[in-house]
């Protein structure tokens, strides 16, 4: 099945049926066929799994203004593009390894004759960089190799590198706030140096829109 089109479209149809009140908008269509059974799972559980299975760069959000999901993938081009000197009032980047892993050891189920499958995923130039990180994660309801590659690769695609966290503050001046929700990508002009080339996901916001400024992560 599919991550999105199929499993998560199908467990939220199983939701809905049972009362739940969260319901299905936008799933962009992650293009695998994979395999992965779901026992007893709570809906939260549920889908950081499914985003787990999918390619690297996709992630979920709920509105909670109309109970609706989106699971997509983020823009590699900017949605927004804010200009120095015009619409920020205040940018702080910080950057941590603390979180790099780039090693990882994947545990799964039974694959027969009472052997468990087991992967390993490596990047080799985080590794130079910062040397070998590792994590161990078992999951014994993953059987397929072509399963457990897909929650690997993406496991390291995200993982391997430093960790960028930004918080930046726009003024309503020239640009609508309200449109910044979480999700979309910003970009950056009139810098003048490696801020120029980023382009960054929103994943909170927060503000006085009566005062006019909202502050994105």
Known sequence: DDPTADMAHGILLDYNARGGLITERDFDITGLSLTYTFVVAFIYDAIKKILELCPTGFYSYIDIGTAEIDIKQVSTTADFTVVRGRHINELNIDLTIEQVKNYLLLTGGDTGGGVNLYRDYIDAESGAFYGIRSLPKTDNRVTSTTTADAIGDTFIAESASEQQSTSLTVLDE??????????????FKNFGNFIDDLVLQIVRREGNYNDGWATLT
Do not use: F
């Open 174 to 187: 020239h640009i609508d706030i309200t449109l910044l929700t979480p999700g979309k990508t910003i970009g």
